[in-house]
């Protein structure tokens, strides 16, 4: 008996009676060395059933009305004979069922009865009131117990909680009976949190017996579980009778249907002007119909988002009071999935904020314990971990989400992570793999009624491999079905179908203006063809993808503009220009760990002759780290450079230390028009576009660098009478591709430095950088007593300008006497915007009475050279050191402004 009792201790719920031999008369002949009083007392401990609590002991103390003592010491008896043990801390649980079982029945019925009567008023916990009810046998009214506190759970966002409630009260019904409230909370749960789809339409199968109910919520488990044609389905059915249902129950529709079409990359205005309609005239009583309303407002904006290329800024506003609205009502499950869904759509455009609201849906999901909600969201920022170049999180993640996936069978995440993994080959070059996990996601999508999804990622990859008969096969065997009809999608198949250019250029135009995804992938597909359709449109795209991309770290992306920019001059016959951009994706490809990736680019064409001379010069990668310094040191030293014209001559002087050349020109040219020149033009350098040119003999080079989306720089040198061989060329062209870095960082740098010290609308300095100037020319003077001479001037009754012909003319008055005080004036004076109308000059080593003769000089020139039909006068005020008396920079500036207001009061001009 001791061996049993060992066994029953130390495996308790392994320990099977009936594999001992006549256990029952071993319990009994053990019982009866035990007091009747004890037998008396465990007998009632056994009502609290199996396994009870602290709590539950003091309730039973008090039903009883027996002493403490008297109880606790029971216990511990029946500890110590062994039909007891303590589970944890203050929880006791009986050895065996059979051993509960058997005190528990030498309690009389009607005296059980009292007992459980009297512990259910005693007690507060709702499991056990439940538990009591039952015992009761009130199984009925258990049900609705338990019922009414998983609604309360649910309303209170514990969800785990309100599960467990309806489980209890769903096995406590017999069969037939039904609990609307049961079955579409349940249903909820089953559906939205843990991705039991085909369970939820099973209770509500059971439950609900009013169909358009019915229907609503099966629509919402088809969206849940991705049936979009399911979805469809239902969603035709519901639409014609929508009017005949009340405000609140139409509103819940027209979310679900405008979702539907969100998920179906349609637009339907008649749902957009309906719900408008719907929202205009509703007036929420409760706080489920104000969670409605912001969640058909949200669905409403959401809607607007995806049917643009642009993001609006009314929109986006609607979405933000959207999710303020549903977090203020603690919808948090609504508010996860917009946040989710608004995230996905502004990925590609504003990645910034879409992992801000994707890292705000992680913590709520983790807080509340939503399992489906958490999913989708780490879907979306693993998307996002794959953009930024994060390999290694990537791809741990992805595994630690599918092995969960597999292990809650949770068929919809297992076909994302395929689909995610498939991306990451397609990236990589590895389109061999990509194709194999886009067919197994594609027979899981297939068997599970999914939307097919890995048919669009099938195409692109196929695209992306060169495979073209076999994307438009796959185009043309699912025309139909939503996952290749989707709109954003559909422009990009359609550019894989065009065959004549014509097509092609018409295509492209549409897809740049309808769709906000793809586009990476199609300036690496197209690049070839595009930049010889239409150049512009091409470079146009790529460069705003790439600022975009580059501005929020997205390196991937940024890996795919360069790779297809090198493609695409190459394709043009642009080498040099080609393996710049070539070297950048391969520098990405690298730094991020897509190794195979990184070799497709690396045997590129671009690099044959430079890989000839990497071999045949052993101290190849000691002279590109000099070339690399010599880059660096030529930005270091650019940075006290007062002017661009100033910084293309220094440029032009570190080009020549490091090129072989006699003359050198460099030209900065704003939107295609010469705006600084330093040098000789080349010919043609007024064009838009300029052939890029590189000879060995004679030693040429022309090339047109972008600085940014208003800038580029034309670099021109050569030497006729040098006579390279082509090793030697290679040499010399990589060693720009170096500097090329170093001239577009330090004219970008100049070029914001110029743009923040300069009005806008004149063209002169601002104020803050006029007096900053004007107190070093004081220092100046104070040490070295150099005169210098400021002049005010203002224009005189401007106002009137202003109100008799408008604000634009009297901006056309002011540039026009920017633009004649700059031609009397030297490159050493100063000139600046001081306030409205009035402008400042400061006359270097000049004196008062020569500024004076300057002063007079431009009023004269204003009068004569004046375009407007009505007149156009300057007064001006003059100081000077020596002459006036200053101790600051600030002194001569007020004397001057005096010596103007006494102008003025003499009669202006």
Known sequence: LRGVYRRIKENPEEFDPQSVRGFEGLVKARLKAVP???????????????????????????????????IHSALNKMIKFGFLYEEAEGIYKFSLYEIW??????????????????????????????????????????ATWCIKQGVRELDE?????????????????????????????????????????REAVKLLTEHVSIKHLRDVMLLSIALNSGELEKATRIGEALTPYLKEHPPYLRLRILTLLLRLENNK??????????????????????????????????????????GSSQINPVTIEKIRKSTEALAHRGAWLSLIKLQSEVANRLLPVLPAFAQHLLEQAVGKSRELGIYKGLMDVKFELLIHALYRGQKREFLSELQEIRAVAMAANNVGSIAMTYFLEAMYHAYNKEYD??????????????????????????????????????????ILRYRDDPAISHPHFWSFAKLIMAESDEEFKSVWKEFTRQSMFWKEEALLIFADRMIKINRELFLKMAFELEENSALVDMLLPLALIYEALGKAFWADDERLKSRRYLERALALYESIGFKEAAKVVESHPAFAVLKRFMRDRPDWYRMQNLMKDEALFTIRFSRNISSTKELLRYLSDRLKTVLPVERISLILRRFGKPAIVFGELPEGADRKRIRDVS???????????????????IVYGENPHLMLDNETLEYYLEYFNQMEIALTTTIQVTLARDASITDPLTGLYTRWYFTRRLEEEFERYRRYGVPFTVIMADIDDFKLVNDTYGHPKGDEVLKFIAATMTSVMRATDIAGRYGGEEFIIVLTNTTKERGVEVAEKLRSLVKSKNPFPFPITLSFGVAGVPEDKAERAADLVALADKALYASKNAGKD
């Open 695 to 713: 000879t060995a003999q004679p030693f040429r080079i022309l090339q047109t660098i972008r600085v940014d989306g208003e800038y580029d720089l």
């Open 36 to 70: 009747t009083e004890y037998l008396w007392a465990w007998s009632r401990l056994a009502l609290l059933g199996t396994r009870f609590s602290e709590s539950e002991l003091d309730a039973l103390v008090k039903v009883l009305d027996l002493p403490v003592r008297l």
């Open 265 to 306: 990359g349609e637009r339907s205005d008649e749902f957009v002007e309906l719900a408008k309609k719907e929202l205009s005239g509703f007036t929420p009583v409760s706080c489920a119909q104000e969670i409605v309303l912001a969640e058909v407002e949200g669905a409403t904006a959401l809607t607007e988002l995806l």
């Open 101 to 142: 079982e058997m005190f528990a029945k030498q309690v009389d019925e009607t005296e059980a009865r009292k007992i459980y009567e009297r512990l259910f008023e005693v007690v507060e916990d709702p499991w056990l009131k439940a538990w009591y009810l039952e015992q009761l046998g009130e199984r009925k009214a258990a």
């Open 433 to 474: 793999d990509a194709v194999e996990d886009l067919e197994y996601e594609l027979r899981l999508e297939k068997s599970s009624g999914l939307h097919k999804r890995s048919l669009r990622a099938l195409v692109t990859v196929y695209a992306m491999a060169g495979s073209f008969e076999r994307a438009r096969e796959l």
């Open 157 to 197: 966002h514990n969800y785990l909680k309100a599960k467990m409630f309806f489980e209890k009260a769903h096995g406590l019904l017999k069969p037939g009976e039904r609990s609307y409230t049961l079955g579409t909370r349940l249903a909820w749960i089953y559906s939205e949190l843990e991705e039991r789809h």
